[in-house]
């Protein structure tokens, strides 16, 4: 008798070899993420002797990503682990869209706004965001990017709006 009244076994749609499935279908979408990185920076160019090239480091993460998925799905393989569980989508959808919204508004705006906007935006991926918290983190974070990037690496970004500093 199951847990789950009405409810029959969950059938698997994965082989009866694969032991973790979750950590199986992890290093496939590692090693994926890797090829297409080794395919995107193949018209790069790489290192010459003791040279690097603008390719050299994004093929050396991409190889040792491509090794560390093979690594995770022969976990899979060979070890017990978790079934896949359900994916959830608020995250990466409001982490994405703050990455967004600071690409196209760190030059109108500034960086201390766009900061701020892109970290509460990226707040919302989550239902149990303490708001109070979240907004004193933020203003601390502002503060930071603020004082690192004009000041301690003389980065020529403008800290507040246009219309602002007119």
């Known amino acids: ?10 059938e698997s749609i994965m082989p009866k070899w694969v032991k973790g499935p979750q950590d199986f279908i992890g290093g496939i979408a590692m090693m994926a993420i890797a090829l297409f990185a080794l395919w995107a920076s193949s018209d790069l160019q790489g290192m010459h002797g003791f040279s690097f090239g603008a ?3 994004p093929r050396m993460f991409a190889v040792l990503l491509l090794l560390l998925g093979a690594g995770v799905a022969l976990t899979g393989i060979l070890f017990e682990g978790a079934h896949l569980s359900r ?5 990466p959808l409001f982490v994405t869209l ?6 196209f508004t760190i030059r109108p705006l500034g960086l201390v706004v766009s900061a701020m906007a892109s970290f509460l935006i990226s707040a919302l991926g989550t239902p149990e965001t303490n708001w109070k918290e979240t907004i004193i983190v ?3 974070l502002t503060i930071g ?6 000041y301690a690496l003389g980065l020529p970004l403008q ?3 246009r219309f602002m500093i007119q």
Not at 1 to 10: E, F, I, K, R
Not at 87 to 91: D, F, L, V
């Open 1 to 10: 008798m199951s847990d789950a009244p009405g409810h029959g076994p969950v």
């Open 55 to 57: 390719g050299t480091a």
């Open 87 to 91: 994916y959830h989508w608020r995250g």
């Open 98 to 103: 703050s990455i967004v919204s600071f690409a």
């Open 138 to 140: 933020g203003i601390c």
């Open 145 to 150: 990017c603020s004082l690192l990037f004009p």
């Open 159 to 161: 800290l507040f709006p």
